[in-house]
């Protein structure tokens, strides 16, 4: 469907730039340093260089659009389409990110910083919502065992703990008190040796630019094998710690959501089967594969566990 | 009046179709239109009864059609729940969906909701009227029905069962100082 290449199609701060300049309809006069000087002016959005990804499974992609227009953000409002608009306004720079727990030093980083330290690549990868839909997205990041290399957890570090900022003038929901969706800060949690899977990945960009808004800006796991709610959005804190985090939907409601959410369409959802999904744009479903398509990955981190109860 | 009403009706249905072919999640686009559809349409078809008791005014003739839309709603609702999310299998319909409360109590509502629309034609209502009672249940039905199907209920599901309450509120008052 998708065949050309992200890097062969205009930037679009370019092609507005390039519109704004013929607009000015004095191509004569104008010297090459206003145009420099235009150039110089785009947003940093456009700085993303990175490693494509060969796309080795041959995903078809989702439109830029539909996966920008449908998700789910409850820290603004638990509408699909809503958090859209609504987290436009979002300051997503500067925004640093704050290590902690049982690793070597704690310290907080700039999220460019970390981008110019771990480098850029792109991951295409299938996406799937507890809900029932799904989609293909390419992400641009880094995998996060780079990031725990760095951090050099220690012997007491069993897991990873995920915490999305709580800045309530930011994200409505949270300055709701007692009537907010769910509870704030959402949390996730992985053990350390899935935090450590070259698979998981720490986006900060898709489709060849930064990560919008709504999509989890600045800064965003992506555990691809997993249902989506483990794929923290606009993380604030990473923390390695001892015990199991109890994540935010467990929290909600632990006879629907566990704490491995690993995608298996042999075990359903309470309320709704999980044997196929509904793929963004279509009509028709298709069979939702064990660990989403990556079991030859990941299976045998969950040898001899039973994955019914630990759903 | 009542074709009016009818076309008012069918307005969600039309921008349903016209929107389908850009809508991002399709079968879930349709599930919601039709659902909710049917939930409002279902809680205005017992506005009449209350109106004429409390505010004198009597447009009671129109209850049967506003009936039979939120039943034509319910019904374009569970086809695309079988059509569509199902894909007519049986054994996705039996044992993966029937076992669910949350989507057998919804097939419950529909069968009520299915008897009455079969009974609501001159000859067989004369005979049947008093069962249409049962709208009430199906309308408890529905409205857990759709404050289940949430991940969370929202602000949708909160306002409905509200609606509800008072609309059945009033009938317990109503019938007690009777």
Redesign the interface.
Known sequence: MQNFNLEDITPEELFNARRHFLKLGAGALVSSSALTHLMAELPKQNALHYTPSTNPDKLILNTE??AT??VNF?EFS???VAPVKMSQKMKTSPWSLGFFGEIKTEQMVEVDELIAKFGLEERIYRFRC??G?SMVVPWIGFPLYKLLDYLEPNSNAKYVKFTTRHEPAMFPDQAKGIFA??KHPYVEGLRMDEARHPLTFIAVGMYGKRLLPQNGAPMRLVVPWKYGFKSIKSLDLIECVTEEPRNTWQD?NPDEYGFYANVNPEV?H????Q??E?V??????QPTLKFNGYEKEVASLYAGMDLRKYF | MKILLIFLALLPLMWAGYTLPSAIDPIKMLSNVTGVGAIVLLLISLLPSTCKRLCHFNFIKYRKTLGLLAFMYTLFHVSAFVILDAELDLTFLIEKSLKKPFIYIGAIAFVILLFMALTSFKKLFAKFSTYHKAVYLALALALFHSFWAQKVAGVFEYSVVAVGVVLLGERVWAWKRA
């Open positions: 659009e539909q227009n449908y409850y638990t509408d699909k507890v809900e839909w969706s769910i909600q359903d309470p309320r709704w089967t044997a196929k509904r963004l744009g279509k009509l028709f479903k």
